[in-house]
C-alpha cells in the first residue's frame, strides 16, 4: 500500500471539529435558524409567511423525501401555506445543528428537527435537514432545502 492509501483512514477518522465554523459564522446561522423557523411556525399570520418567504431565494431547491421537489420560493411557500401553517411547528433538536462553511458562497447547515401538531401539542414527528445558506452582499438567504428521513419520533432513520 502506497503511503498515501495509508493515510486515507486517518484523514476520513479526523474530528469533525476541524471542519466546523469558527464561533461568530456559527452564531449567525444558528440565530438565522431559529429566525427562519419562529416565522415558521407562525405562518398562518400573512405578515409571518411573508417574513418566511423573506429568508429564502427566489430560485430555492426544496427537497422534501415525503413531497417532493418544489423549484421557487412560491411553489414552496404554497406546499407551506396549505400542508404545514397552523398545523405544525418545528423544534431544532438541541445540540444537533453542525456549521461547515463554504469558501466564497456561504455555509451548509446541518441537524435535526421535530414536528409538532398544533391542535394535540404531541411533537410525534422527527426528520434531518440541510440547508445551503449564500451570503451575498450582507444578506443571507437559503438558496437549497432538504427535509428528510421523515419518521416518529424514537425511531431510528433509515439506512440508505
Known sequence: MTPSLRLLPLLLMAPAATVLADDDLAATLTALDTAVFDSFNRCQDPAQLEKHAGYFDPAVEFYHDTGGVTWTREAMLENTRRHACGRYTRTLVEGSLQIVPIKDFG???????????????????????????????????????????????????QEP
Open 107 to 157: 455555509a451548509l447547515a446541518h441537524g435535526r428537527h421535530r414536528f409538532c401538531d398544533t391542535a394535540s401539542g404531541r411533537c410525534e414527528g422527527l426528520a434531518e435537514f440541510t440547508l445551503l445558506w449564500r451570503l451575498q452582499d450582507g444578506h443571507w438567504s437559503i438558496t437549497r432545502a432538504l427535509s428528510y428521513g421523515h419518521r416518529a419520533a424514537g425511531e431510528e432513520p
